[in-house]
């Protein structure tokens, strides 16, 4: 592991037009920290994410990821082959939504493969060994390999996902509002099996959530995002603990204790 | 433009206007210089419906000249609907010579099937396409396809080949099989069976793709390398047939299946016609050849 940061950004900020998406983000992640972006529904925690990926270019600042080859470059420098390159190689996106993050039409085992495949391996064993392992490393039942995922519950639908993104072993995973959707026993197993997963592989994740439970769970360190910017970061015990800003004071004070 | 003396009055040489030949040729022109790549072009109404191979119609129009003798294959046959309609439609129109013999031909179109007998320097093959991407059953937008295609970004098509084994245990695809053209472009060969995909590699004939309907213009150079996507351990395979032609005899080619009644009584014979034909002329005679009728007017 380095002591250079994985990706850092620095002033990110993205306009729509006069409204602001998200303004002067700036924060550095290294390998096996897990971030989480918390924050009401419109604070800028999807604008922020898709920047990060590169879904969405910034109207400020930039992000700087350092590459397997452990050169860190500008990534909207990028061309946009060596983008969608490391988009299914070294990244992994967890959508909220899995009909986004699957093909709905193919079945388990292909939806594993698939990045294999794009990476150029040609041998049908071997792609199908590795899918039914990693089946096996998400809690799906390796006979459910050649069914389609449409026919899969909500929460094997993520299990899916994540097994289909960490399949090239990326170091860095986005995730956005994984386990909202799904109830809560299913919320708990998902959440252990990611956590198992971080701390086995060494992944550095992204999480966005409007649920601090799963950032209290998940993270190390958390950002509180209010209109586009950031109110507050710092280790998640301390802030979710102790709030210094009346917003996360606020937020803190809303969850609905069982 | 020193256009050619109409074989009709009515009609330019080979139906289409001067200036939409040059267009179509431009496209072609491209589609020759980027093996395997998909040329949109100005696609022109032509008088049959889309389906029927307006493209190839369109194609064949651009690069056909007074001197060609054109030929017409429908399904590997000369004497099919489609095929005798495009024929006379040139006939009349160009006023150019025509012929069933694959050995004659300069041009030949086709629908679904390559000539069994070896195409040589010179001749150019014009397939009627139906749909040219191979990757639309697999990614609907075609601004991503054209991405796709642009970063040689081939994944899904392997996605496609894996299904096909999980599901069936090999590779059910058995036409419009995909290829990978000069190493570069991923193609679809129109709907021919996976059979003559070989004949598409490293063939001394010029071969060009007429998508009508999708606008697109496509083409395989003389002796281009066509490789058919598989994978390591369940390598490209063509259909193999158990009989030889009931009428010639023939062995390692393409057949179709004949039901003769309603026993169970079929047949499997050459569909190219013109090549089982031939063989009967040359004496070869298979199980079934006394029973039909003579050589030449099956």
Redesign the interface.
């Known amino acids: 592991m380095s002591e250079l940061p994985l990706l850092s950004a620095r002033d990110l900020g993205k306009l729509y037009g006069p409204r602001i998406g998200c303004e002067a983000v700036s924060f550095d992640i290294h390998e096996g920290e897990v971030l989480a972006v918390v924050g009401e529904s419109g604070s800028g925690k999807s604008t922020l994410l898709k920047l990060l990926s590169t879904e969405l270019a910034p109207t400020s600042g930039n992000i700087r990821y350092r590459m397997r080859d452990g050169v860190t470059r500008d990534l909207f420098a990028l061309t ?2 060596e983008r ?1 390159f490391l988009l ?1 190689t070294d990244w992994g996106f967890v959508r909220q939504d899995a009909r986004e993050g699957l ?1 709905m039409s ?2 388990a ?2 939806n594993v ?3 294999l ?3 150029g391996e ?4 071997r ?2 060994g590795t899918a039914l392992d990693w089946l096996g490393r998400v809690e799906i039942d390796t006979d459910r ?2 069914d389609l995922p449409r026919d899969f519950s909500g929460g094997m639908r993520q299990r899916l996902q994540i097994a289909r993104n960490l399949v090239t072993h990326p170091r860095l995973v986005f995730m956005d509002e994984p386990t909202s959707g799904l109830d809560v026993s299913v919320q708990a197993r998902l959440l252990d099996l990611v956590r198992g997963l971080v701390a086995e592989m060494g992944l550095a994740v992204i999480i966005v959530t409007h649920d601090l439970a799963v950032a209290r769970l998940l993270s190390h360190r958390i950002m509180v995002m209010r209109h586009g910017h950031v109110i507050e970061q710092g280790l998640t015990d301390q802030v979710l603990d102790d709030p210094r800003e009346a917003y996360t004071q606020l937020l803190v004070s809303s969850v609905l204790a069982a | 433009m020193n256009a050619q003396a109409p074989a009709e009055t009515g009609y330019n040489f080979a139906y289409l206007d001067e200036q939409t030949k040059r267009m179509i040729r431009r496209a072609i022109l491209k589609a020759v210089a980027i093996p395997g790549y998909q040329v949109p072009f100005a696609s022109r109404e032509m008088p049959m419906p889309y389906g029927w191979g307006t493209g190839g119609v369109q194609v064949t129009a651009a690069v056909l000249g007074p001197n060609d003798v054109l030929k017409v294959i429908d399904q590997g046959s000369d004497d099919t609907t489609n095929a005798v309609s495009i024929r006379k439609f040139f006939a009349k129109t160009a006023g150019v010579e025509t012929t069933t013999r694959t050995t004659e031909a300069t041009v030949i179109q086709t629908r679904h099937r390559i000539p069994e007998t070896p195409l040589t320097d010179g001749q150019i093959l014009v397939y009627q396409v139906p749909i040219p991407e191979p990757l639309r059953f697999l990614e609907p937008r075609e601004t991503e396809t054209r ?1 796709l295609h642009a ?1 040689a ?1 081939y ?2 098509m ?2 496609k080949l ?2 096909d ?3 069936h245990g090999h590779i059910a695809t058995t036409y419009d099989y995909p290829v990978e053209v000069a190493g570069r472009y991923v193609m679809n060969p129109s709907p021919t069976p996976k059979f003559d995909n070989p004949k598409m590699h490293r063939s001394p004939a010029l071969q060009l793709f007429g998508a009508g309907r999708e606008k697109r213009i496509y083409a395989v150079p003389p002796y281009t390398d066509v490789v058919s996507l ?5 390598p490209f395979e063509v259909q193999r047939f158990e009989k030889p032609c009931a009428l010639c005899a023939a062995t390692g080619v393409y057949l179709d299946e004949v039901v003769l009644d309603d026993r169970g009584g079929r047949m499997f014979v050459c569909s190219d016609s013109d090549f089982c034909a031939s063989r009967r002329d040359a004496g070869h005679r298979g199980e079934m050849a006394n029973a039909a009728q003579p050589a030449g007017q099956s």
């Open positions: 946009e082959a969608r299914r093909r193919v079945s085992g292909g493969g698939e990045r495949m794009a990476v040609r041998h049908y064993g792609i199908r390999i050649d | 991405k970063l970004d994944g899904l392997h996605v894996y299904e084994i999980a599901r598989d994978f390591e351990d369940h």
